[in-house]
């Protein structure tokens, strides 16, 4: 089987990524920002929501120079080399608020902390912060962060913001400000 793109032959289609493409096609975003690229796969299921629903762009952020299923050539996409650390802002100065945030980076608690702080700062009223393998570790930067911010983790029954399962993925609509 090949990925959306065709760039990989996947044993599987379990993936995160295809169920992450679903909430993108509802929301409709126009600017999607993902940390973490690696082969690509998310990416590419990223992309084809954007090209279904004929709108947005992608910017991946991530150290290493090229996915390691090789280059990844889209008109709505943009690769910037660096880290996080030193990308988020600036992107943001550049394009505005994102619509749609997904963590799928480094899952050590630094990193995961400060993305998705920047995250709470840089995604608009309304628009979804997500990631992946956001338990990971011993750390719970995770539940840390949904409890410094109000967001009940598992309460489906509540008027607030809720955390939705998409896969592995994990990902809620921001609150207004």
């Known amino acids: 089987m090949k990925s959306p793109l065709g760039r ?6 379990h993936h995160y990524g ?3 493409a679903k909430v993108i096609i509802q929301e409709t975003p126009k ?3 993902e940390t973490g690229l690696q082969g690509g796969f998310s990416t ?8 279904k629903i004929g709108d947005g762009h992608l910017y991946t952020i991530d150290i290493i120079t090229e996915s390691c ?9 943009t690769q910037i080399v660096g880290r996080s650390q030193d990308e988020l802002k600036p ?3 550049r394009v505005g608020q994102f619509d749609f945030f997904i963590h799928d980076s480094d899952h050590e608690e630094e990193c995961m902390t400060f993305e998705l702080e920047a995250a709470w700062e840089y995604v608009r009223d309304g628009g979804i912060i997500a990631g992946d393998d956001l338990t990971w570790g011993t750390h719970n930067a995770w539940p840390k962060f949904l409890t410094r911010h109000g ?9 607030g913001p809720v955390v939705h ?7 809620f609509r921001r609150p207004p400000r």
């Open 8 to 13: 990989i032959d996947v044993p599987y289609y």
């Open 18 to 20: 295809r169920e992450l």
């Open 31 to 33: 600017v999607v920002v």
């Open 44 to 51: 590419e299921h990223i992309l084809e929501a954007l090209d």
């Open 69 to 77: 299923a090789g280059p990844l050539v889209h008109p709505r996409f």
């Open 91 to 93: 992107l943001y100065e």
């Open 151 to 159: 967001i009940p983790q598992w309460e489906p029954h509540t008027d």
């Open 165 to 171: 399962k998409a896969g592995a993925a994990l990902w």
